[in-house]
């Protein structure tokens, strides 16, 4: 497809344990965001990265969370002995670097249980 | 430090009549603006933009105002739509260096188009 691809959907996993979320962002997008929604919020910024340049990282809340991307392709969300308020639709989005306008994947949805 | 506000969590209106959602920010730097949409499981999509050299930008029945000297922009839709009741989040983005245009979005709210 050519939209931004995220996996999985949905992931419920036990208090404590490691998660990793995915991001396939569209061809040719130097710019990657990530954000998430916890329920009732807004978007919150986590981390972003644009092509050769060091990511933004001043959004993650603490240092179980990380992420990585390989040139402009793949980006993973790397979230460490999860806790319960991690839970949340996590979001990746897109963009060319020169346009500011982004394109989001459909988002996965955490659940610490 | 939030530099995108929107201070409306929730607003609610009659099918047929105007919505107008607001937005305001505190970065100067800011010299694009971008409206998005989000339905419930679903990722949000872009709606419309304004760079900050214009002052409006009309696309149907969407349009954007923008007001430099009071750091504020607003939303107008006109009719409004039962299918138009969504999260409309407001972005801003800077020029940081290079080709750099990280976005930074409000808390949204929530349009509830009434029929």
């Known amino acids: 497809g050519a939209g931004v691809s995220q996996s999985p959907s949905n992931k419920v996993t036990e208090k404590g344990k490691d998660v990793e979320l995915r991001c396939d962002p569209i061809?040719?997008?130097?710019?990657l965001y990530w954000y998430r929604q916890r329920l009732g919020q807004g978007l919150e910024f986590l981390i972003y990265f644009q092509g050769n340049s060091a990511p933004d990282k001043s959004g993650l809340p603490s240092d179980r969370f990380s992420a990585e991307r390989t040139g402009e392709s793949v980006s993973t969300l790397t979230i460490q002995r999860t806790q319960q308020e991690d839970s949340a639709v996590y979001l990746c989005a897109s963009s060319l670097g020169t346009d500011p306008e982004a394109f989001f994947g459909q988002g996965t949805r955490l659940t610490v249980v | 430090d939030q530099q995108v506000k929107q201070n409306s969590p929730s607003l609610s209106v009659q099918e047929g009549r105007i919505s107008i959602l607001n937005c305001d920010y505190t970065n100067s730097m800011f010299d694009y603006f971008l409206w998005y949409k989000k339905y419930p499981a679903e990722g949000p999509t872009f709606l419309i933009s304004i760079s900050s050299i214009k002052d409006k930008n009309e696309d149907g029945r969407f349009t954007v105002f923008l007001n430099k000297s009071a750091k504020h922009l607003s939303l107008h839709i006109v009719p409004s739509q039962p299918g138009d009741s969504a999260v409309y989040f407001c972005a801003a983005s800077a020029w940081s260096g290079g080709s750099n245009y990280k976005l930074t979005f409000g808390k949204g709210t929530l349009l509830t188009v009434n029929p």
């Open positions: 061809s040719g997008h130097t710019a």
